[in-house]
């Protein structure tokens, strides 16, 4: 089991970017698969970005191109570059990790969660 805390969110404009992280604590992030989810209000959340264990990396179709997740060993930490920020990428978002080789964004597969960081896009 990991601990995961979340920061990095904040209020853009409509264009700008961000970049979120997610420190681990309690184990090495290079030992789990990862990804970030996000929740927008009234809505279900939703995966955007995951990183396998073994370095493969997937993103949401819809969000192709506009994000960059990484992994930084000396830091311990799971980071979320974003860009061209849009109104509708307004949520909650929160990191996720699991053991094993993870294929999926079916949040059953992660087994421990951060808190979330807020992201507001104005336009």
């Known amino acids: 089991q990991v601990q995961l805390v979340e920061s990095g969110g904040g209020s853009v404009q409509t264009g700008g970017s961000l970049r979120l992280s997610c420190a681990v604590s309690?184990?090495?992030?290079?030992?789990?698969?990862m990804a970030w989810f996000r929740q927008a209000p009234g809505k279900e959340r939703e995966g955007v970005a995951r990183i396998r264990r073994d370095g493969e990396i997937n993103y949401a179709d819809a969000l192709k191109g506009r994000l960059t997740i990484s992994k930084d060993n000396a830091k311990n930490t799971l980071d979320l570059q974003m860009s061209s920020l849009k109104p509708e990428d307004t949520a909650m978002y929160f990191c996720a990790a699991s053991g094993g080789l993870v294929y999926t964004f079916r949040e059953e597969f992660y087994t421990d969660w951060g808190q979330g960081t807020q992201v507001t896009v104005s336009s």
């Open positions: 309690g184990s090495t992030v290079s030992r789990y698969s």
